[in-house]
């Protein structure tokens, strides 16, 4: 298991459950560069395994601040991008007086 993987398991260790959940992962080839995380499926229905735990990858990584992006690849299809912290627009943020109006 290279370094990222221990990273993103250990973040779970307390819970062994969530941490079953992320076996999947390791049968990708996991690589980090220029700001993203590469997992690299094995084909298109893995990929779709991968897809429904990006909830549990997001935290693990922003908490380490080691990537932006996360991006599922499989032989033959298009890669998939993902943002590892889902910032909220602006006018969630500040309260402007106009709600409950």
């Known amino acids: 298991m290279d370094r990222l ?15 079953r959940r992320l076996d999947p992962l390791l049968a990708c080839r996991l690589s980090r560069g ?6 690299e499926c094995r084909d ?8 429904g735990l990006l909830d549990l990858l ?7 601040d080691l990537v932006r992006e996360i991006r599922l690849l499989a032989p033959g299809c ?3 991008v993902f943002p590892v912290s889902v910032p909220l627009p602006g006018s969630l943020l500040a309260y402007d007086g106009s709600i409950g109006e």
């Open 5 to 19: 993987s221990l990273a993103v398991f250990s973040f779970y260790r307390e819970d062994p459950d969530l941490a």
């Open 34 to 39: 220029w700001g993203s995380l590469r997992i």
């Open 78 to 80: 298009e890669p998939l």
């Open 58 to 64: 997001r935290p693990p990584l922003a908490a380490l």
């Open 44 to 51: 298109r229905t893995h990929r779709e395994l991968i897809n």
